[in-house]
C-alpha cells in the first residue's frame, strides 16, 4: 500500500523520470484478497459462468493455475476482496472491482471482446451445474475414506453431457486426489482414462507423465507391493516397467518435446534398466547430456552414465559412501556413538553463504536392520519448551519448526522419492511420492542443549525397499535444513525448498 501511495507522488523516484520516462500513476482502486470461505466487500463467485468464454470462471482459470501450482488443487466455490484503497467519489468504485471506471475495449486496460460460441447459455448453464454437482461430489469424497472403486465405476456416468474439457478436469483432480491418499491404483485408473478418452486434454501429458513415473518407481512398486495391490493392468512386477515404457512411448508420439525432458527420460530409463536394454540407457543418457548442456539435470545424466560404467575420474555428481557398521547406535540424541565417529558428516550450506553462526551436518550410516540419520544444527532461535511426556503426533504440521528433510530416490528415477523430516523437537511427517498418509515405523532422539539440536533417528529398511542395498548400490539422495525466519541449507546444489530432484547427491552403499 505505501508503494501504491508512493506510486503517484511526483517527487519519489526521480530517477525514474529521468532515465526511463516514467510518470507518476495515481493507483485509483485496490482490493486484497481474503482466505478462502470468508466473505469481502466484493465477492466473485467460481462456478458463475462467462458467456463469452463458453465456460465458468474457474474452467478459465484452471490453466494459468496449473503453471503456478505443481499439484492440482481445485479453484474455492468463492473469493472474498477487501477494498483497499478507492479514491472515487461519492463511493461509486464500491460495487464490484471495475464500477467507476471507464476502460475502453482494447485499451491499455481492457482487451477486446472475444465472439460468444455457438454452444446456447442454456447449455452451458447445465454443463455449470452439473459440473458445480461433480464438486460437491468430489469434495466430500475428500473428507470421507469412500470405497474409491465403486466411484470410479461411476464415473462415465457421472462425466455424461460434460464437454471433453470439463470431464478430463473432473477425472485429473479424482486421480489427483486419490495419488494424494496412496491410492494409486485408483489414481491411475482415472488418469488412464484422460491419457485414452481425452488425449487432446490439456492435463492429458500431465497424466501420462504421472503414469510414466508411477509405473517405473520403485518406491511405488514396492508399497503397492507390501499393500498386495497392483496398479491397473500391471499384476507382476515384470509388467510395471514394460508400461512405464509404453506410456513413455506415446508421450513421444503425442508430445514430442516433452518426451525429451528429464520428468519423462528418468523414469523411462530406470524402466529400460529394468528390462534388460542397458544400451538403450546409455544412448538415452548421453542424448540427455547433450540436449542440456547448460544445467544441473546434464549432471544427473552424466552421473547415471558414471554409475553404469567401471568408474573412471571423478563422480560428476556429489556423493557420500556408507559403509555397513558393525554395532548400532544407542538412540539418545548425544552422537557419541562409534558409528558417528567413523562416519564423515554432509555439510549442510547455504546457498547464500550465510550461515557462519548457524552451521548444520547431517550423517548417514547403516547396518543390516537399519538406515541411520543424525543431524547437528546450530540454533537460529531460543530452544521452544518441549513437554516431554507429550506424545508425538503423527504428521504434525512443521512448516514453522527448524527442521531437516532427508530425500531418498533408492532407484534414482528422479521423479519418486520418499520424504522424511524432522524438527528440533524430534516430531516428524513422511510421505512417499505423492502419498501423505504414508506412515512407516521409524525411531527418533531428539537432544541438544541451549546453542544446537541434534536428532537421531534409524528407519528399517523393510519401510522403504524389500531387501537392503547391494554392495555398491547407489540411491539418489538430498538432505537439506529450512530454518524459518533465517535461512535454507543444503548438502548439495541446486536447492530449493522447492524440491528440486536435479539436485540430488548420491549415497553409496559399501
Known amino acids: 500500500l505505501r508503494a501504491v501511495e508512493q506510486a503517484g507522488d511526483a517527487t519519489r523516484y526521480p530517477e525514474q523520470s529521468a532515465q526511463f ?8 482502486k485496490v482490493f486484497g484478497a481474503i482466505p478462502d470461505g470468508k466473505l469481502g466487500t466484493v465477492n466473485l463467485t467460481t462456478s458463475q459462468l462467462a458467456p463469452r468464454l463458453g465456460a465458468s470462471l474457474a474452467e478459465v482459470a484452471q490453466v494459468p493455475r ?8 481445485p479453484s474455492p466455490a468463492a473469493l472474498g476482496f477487501q477494498s483497499l484503497i478507492d479514491t472515487l467519489p461519492q463511493g461509486v468504485g464500491q460495487a464490484d472491482f471495475f464500477s467507476g471506471l471507464n476502460l475502453s475495449v482494447g485499451g491499455e486496460a481492457r482487451r477486446l471482446l472475444a465472439d460468444a460460441p455457438d454452444t446456447s447459455t442454456d447449455l452451458m ?28 465405476a461411476e464415473l462415465s456416468q457421472l462425466t455424461t453431457g460434460l464437454d471433453a474439457r470439463m470431464a478430463g478436469d473432473v477425472l485429473y483432480q479424482l486421480g489427483q486426489h486419490y495419488a494424494a491418499r496412496g491410492e494409486w491404483d485408483s ?34 512398486a514396492y508399497q503397492l507391493k507390501r499393500r498386495s495391490v497392483a496398479l491397473r493392468g500391471a499384476n507382476t512386477e515384470s509388467v ?20 525429451t525432458e528429464p520428468p519423462v527420460q528418468f523414469p523411462l530409463a530406470v524402466a529400460l534398466r529394468q528390462c534388460g536394454a542397458t544400451r538403450e540407457v546409455d544412448k538415452l543418457l548421453q542424448n540427455l547430456s547433450r540436449l542440456r548442456p547448460d544445467d544441473a539435470w546434464r549432471g544427473s545424466a552424466l552421473g547415471e552414465l558414471w554409475l553404469n560404467a567401471p568408474p573412471q575420474g571423478a563422480c560428476p555428481k556429489a556423493k557420500a559412501i556408507v559403509t555397513r557398521s558393525a554395532t548400532k547406535p544407542r538412540l539418545d540424541g548425544t552422537l557419541d556413538d562409534p558409528i558417528w565417529t567413523a562416519t564423515k558428516p554432509l555439510e549442510l550450506r547455504s546457498t547464500t553463504d550465510d550461515d557462519s553462526t548457524w552451521p548444520a551436518v547431517a550423517l548417514i550410516a547403516c547396518d543390516d536392520e537399519f538406515l541411520y540419520l543424525a543431524v547437528s544444527c546450530r540454533r537460529t532461535q531460543p530452544a521452544p519448551p518441549l513437554d516431554r511426556t507429550q506424545a508425538r503426533p503423527r504428521d504434525p504440521d512443521l512448516s514453522a519448526q527448524d527442521r531437516v528433510e532427508l530425500l531418498l530416490d533408492v532407484d534414482r528415477d528422479y521423479g519418486t522419492y520418499y520424504r522424511l523430516t524432522v524438527d528440533e523437537r524430534g516430531w516428524a511427517c513422511d510421505q512417499c511420492w505423492t502419498d501423505t498418509s504414508w506412515n512407516p515405523q521409524w525411531f527418533i532422539a531428539a537432544g541438544g542443549d541451549e546453542r544446537s539440536w541434534t ?25 537439506h535444513r529450512i530454518a524459518p525466519d533465517t535461512g535454507f541449507q543444503s548438502w548439495t546444489t541446486p536447492a530449493s525448498t522447492k524440491t528440486l530432484p536435479e539436485g540430488f547427491g548420491y549415497v553409496i552403499f559399501e
Open 21 to 28: 520516462n516514467l510518470e507518476p500513476w495515481k493507483v485509483r
Open 240 to 259: 510395471r516397467p514394460e508400461q512405464a515404457v509404453q506410456l513413455a512411448r506415446q508421450i513421444e508420439h503425442q508430445h514430442p518435446l516433452w518426451f
Open 187 to 220: 489414481a491411475a485408473e482415472a488418469l488412464q482414462v484422460i491419457a485414452s478418452r481425452h488425449a487432446d486434454h490439456d492435463l492429458a501429458r500431465p497424466a501420462l507423465t504421472w503414469l510414466t513415473q508411477a509405473y517405473a518407481s520403485g518406491e511405488v
Open 455 to 479: 536428532i537421531e533417528a534409524a528407519i528399517p529398511w523393510s519401510e522403504l525397499v524389500e531387501t537392503p542395498p547391494k554392495n555398491n548400490a547407489a540411491w539418489g539422495v538430498q538432505c
Open 125 to 152: 448453464r447445465r454443463q455449470a451445474q452439473k459440473q458445480r454437482n461433480l464438486q460437491a461430489i468430489l469434495a466430500q469424497n475428500e473428507r470421507t475414506q469412500p470405497n474409491s472403486g465403486r466411484l470410479l
Open 66 to 73: 496449473g503453471w503456478l501450482e505443481s499439484t492440482y488443487r
